[in-house]
């Protein structure tokens, strides 16, 4: 089951939001509230490390040769 990071929403000025990690399966919904306080959350977006699907013909990745992972002409090497 994936980990998804929470925080509360600050009901008053001055309150700082405060964060917390729960397992979920990917088929329940989000929660809406603390499991222990009540207080309302929102589920925080945080990047991945896959690669995105789909295709169009083509490849975001250079096939053999010199020229880095980036591709010639970069300036990077």
Excluded: N, W
């Amino acid at each position: 089951m994936p980990t998804y990071v929470y925080e509360t929403i600050p009901q008053f000025e001055g309150d700082q939001p405060k964060r917390f990690e729960m397992r979920q399966s990917m088929k329940d919904a989000p929660l809406t509230q603390h499991p222990d306080s009540g207080q309302p959350v929102r589920r925080v977006p945080i990047g991945g490390t896959g690669l995105m699907g789909g295709s169009s013909g083509g490849s975001s990745f250079p096939s053999s040769g010199g020229g880095g992972s980036c591709g010639t002409g970069c300036g990077c090497h």
